[in-house]
């Protein structure tokens, strides 16, 4: 499931890393305790709009331009989502045989054969 405030917790981070400012410089700035600010950043807390004017204005960001890089990371979420449901789901691999001895050559038995197998039942086919 795509989580918005995750997304936008995502690019208000890159935002403030591209200008290499700390936690504490925006959330003094934007008048918004630190600890909350990091909860926003990590995905934790939705952030009202009051706060994210707020926090463009500290980043020295408009809105629009925030709110359009969420949404071309939306976009691009919701492609890898139905990408990844539309996959054929891999059908789970029944294990073989553990080990097989034949003791024949060209044909000619020379002994036994042994085949050891999962407690499933094994068809075995003469050629």
């Given at each position: 499931m795509i989580l918005l405030r995750r997304l936008l917790g995502d690019v208000l981070r890159r935002?403030?890393?591209r200008?290499?400012?700390?936690?504490?410089?925006?959330?003094?700035?934007?008048r918004v305790s630190l600890g909350y600010l990091s909860e926003v950043e990590r995905g934790q807390k939705e952030?009202?709009?009051?706060?994210?004017?707020?926090?463009?204005?500290?980043?020295?960001?408009r809105?629009?331009?925030?709110?359009r890089e969420?949404?071309?990371?939306?976009?691009?979420?919701?492609?890898?989502?139905?990408?990844a449901a539309s996959e054929p789901v891999p059908t789970p691999v029944r294990p073989m045989l553990n080990s097989v001895?034949?003791?024949s050559?060209?044909?000619?038995?020379?002994?036994?054969?042994?085949i050891k197998a999962p407690a499933e039942a094994v068809d075995v086919v003469a050629a």
């Open positions: 935002q403030r890393q200008q290499g400012r700390t936690l504490r410089e925006v959330s003094s700035s934007a952030a009202s709009s009051e706060l994210l004017s707020a926090i463009c204005d500290a980043l020295d960001v809105m629009s331009e925030l709110m969420v949404s071309d990371e939306l976009s691009l979420a919701e492609l890898a989502e139905s990408a001895s034949v003791t050559v060209a044909g000619v038995p020379t002994g036994r054969v042994t």
